[in-house]
């Protein structure tokens, strides 16, 4: 009978501890609509694909196309093909997409595997490796991929976690490019 009731309060504890945890973290994982209207926190550093090294700062203007993504992610590369159809339709003064490439696995860190991957799938969009996991950590990201479209003035106006709403995301694209 007592080892039942220790078990209990172990778990009873082990439970306290395990709610009081994730309320300690709550927040810090932001979801969709958090995003929304707050200022775009900057690329930070790391090896570029397809381009010379930019920041956000430099790129204010231009509505700017954040992808977090990773070649090994199938979710990742199903999101391709628009990504390249949104760079060839938009891209100029106006627009510009940058993928950020986080790893998730070892693999993905070799920067080597990251440009075969890259031209394997065609991408000519710009993209930057984050391998430190920075630029992911300041957009408190925890999936694979993410699309966060950044209006002229560096304000978060839209974003899509995962797969899905191509033809939204365009319409967006689009209100943002005509919008001063």
Known sequence: ????????????????????LSSAFEGTRLSESDWVGKPAPELTSGEWINAEPTTLSALRGKVVLLEFWTFGCSNCRNTVPYMKKWYKKYA???????????P?????????????KTAELGIEYPVVVDNDYKTWN????????????????????????????????DREIQMLIVAE
């Open 1 to 20: 009978m007592w080892n039942s009731i220790v078990i209990v309060s172990i778990t009873t504890l082990g439970l306290l501890f395990v709610s009081r």
């Open 92 to 102: 100029g003064e106006k627009f510009e997409i940058i993928g950020v490439h986080t």
């Open 104 to 116: 998730e696995f070892a693999t993905e860190k070799v920067i080597a595997n990251v440009k075969k």
């Open 138 to 169: 300041a957009y408190h990201q925890q999936y694979w991929p993410v699309i966060y479209l950044i209006d002229k003035k560096g304000i978060i106006r839209y974003v899509h976690i995962g797969e899905g709403r191509y033809d939204e995301t």
